[in-house]
């Protein structure tokens, strides 16, 4: 097989866990797909080292670095708070429902709202530890190996990320 | 009422929203994945097997391979003659950017005003660079300065968004083109050209911000 036919073949259905990831990591949808492009390009200049590996953490990986690499070049706010409580409302108050919605939908399009809010008000190294866990569905060795990080340390930001959006989505459980 | 691990993973994974991949983003990479593998194969392969292969490629990269040469031949050609430019031009203009805003000058004329800014090009440049004032709409003048570009001075004009700049590189063209988006390091640069002039932005401004500097730019040119 030439390169080209491997990453069609192992990379390419994947892309659809790159771009969600990306998407999860940066601010605009043309981010993410400047992100997901350019990590695609890079995966296939280094394809030969995918060798037997599974190739969803392997891209997951390269996506999150390039993602890193965006966030820091267009760093504009401190990153040290782990869930920015202004974020959270700010993106709570865009989300108005509309009133024509029955009211199932409505209240289901609201938890959505809700639970999108409190997952994008985390700090980026707890989101993606929640993405890659609930989304990809990723154990802890194979999260550790995206984030390049010790898989303690993986388990304490899973911990420390379910802790805040515990805190933050507690009352909608109520409504389950 | 507190929620447990299971709880809040289940919650997760059944209502928060997975973002969909567009289906033009999964064109464009294979396009791109298509053009860098035929690069890098091309000696290697007889010339029946690659014409073969251009027409049994999928409609998409067909269409925009063709719209690349295109492109080239409306705008790119022109330019060629023009400045005799043998290589990509975002690379050479990028860096020069980048070199402004390290070492500068950035700005040799400091001035929001363009009647400050534009006659100061005057005996410096064998043309006159049109200057806007687009401050009203978020995008105040800066100043300007001269920037040497393979043998020749043109004009560059630097604007302020918010904390970003955003240069433009003017110099003259007969050539007509929508503006075009390319990247290189992580900069956005956007190329047009009206018919006199041609016109090349740089900045780390996301696409969005960039594509609405030339819309007003194009604006005010069309206004006067």
């Known amino acids: ?66 993602c890193f690499t965006m966030l820091e070049r267009t760093r504009s706010q401190p990153q040290s708070v782990d869930f920015d409580e202004a974020e959270f409302e700010a993106a709570l108050g865009e989300a108005q429902p509309r009133d024509t919605d029955p009211e199932m939908q409505l209240q289901k399009r609201r938890t959505r709202l809700q639970i999108d809010a409190a997952i994008r008000a985390l700090s980026p190294p707890l989101r993606e530890v929640i993405v890659l866990r609930e989304f990809e569905d ?17 388990m304490s930001r899973l911990a420390r990320a379910r802790g805040k959006l515990r805190a933050m989505l507690s009352s909608i459980s109520l409504g389950e | ?32 994945i298509a053009l860098a593998d035929a690069g890098r194969t091309e000696p290697t392969t007889p010339p029946k097997a690659a014409r073969r292969a251009w027409f049994t490629l999928p409609w998409p990269t067909a269409s925009v391979s063709f719209a690349l040469g295109l492109a080239c031949a409306l705008f790119v050609l022109p330019l060629v003659q023009r400045l005799d430019l043998n290589g990509p031009l975002d690379a050479e203009l990028v860096a020069d950017h980048v070199r402004a805003l390290q070492l500068g000058p950035l700005i040799e004329v400091v001035s929001t005003d363009r009647h400050t800014v534009k006659p100061w090009f005057q005996g410096r440049l064998d043309y006159a660079p049109p200057v806007f004032d687009l401050a009203a709409q978020g ?78 730019w194009r604006e005010q040119a069309a206004a006067q």
């Open chain 1, 138 to 154: 990723l154990d802890y060795a194979q999260i550790a190996k995206v984030v390049a990080v010790p898989i303690g340390t993986v």
């Open chain 1, 1 to 66: 097989m030439s390169n080209r036919q491997v990453f069609e073949a192992l990379v390419l259905p994947h892309l659809g866990a790159a771009y969600n990831l990306a998407r999860w990591l940066l601010r605009s949808e043309q981010a993410a797909e400047d992100a997901v492009q350019e990590a695609s390009m890079r995966a296939f200049r280094y394809i030969e080292t995918l060798r037997g590996d599974d190739a969803r953490p392997w891209l997951l990986g390269i996506v999150r670095n390039t």
């Open chain 2, 139 to 216: 995008f105040p003048l800066m100043g300007g300065r001269i920037e040497h570009l393979r043998g020749n001075a043109i004009a560059a004009l630097a604007y302020a968004r918010n904390r970003h700049v955003v240069e433009v590189f003017v110099w003259p063209s007969a050539a007509m083109s929508v503006p075009l988006r390319s990247q290189h390091k992580g900069f956005n640069v956007l190329h047009w050209a009206d018919g006199s002039m041609q016109y090349w932005a740089v900045s780390d401004l996301e696409r969005t911000e960039m594509e609405r500097f030339a819309q007003l």
């Open chain 2, 1 to 32: 009422m507190s929620l447990d691990d299971q709880d809040l993973s289940s919650l997760i994974r059944r209502n928060a929203t997975r973002h969909a991949a567009p289906d033009t983003l999964r064109a464009a990479i294979r396009t791109q």
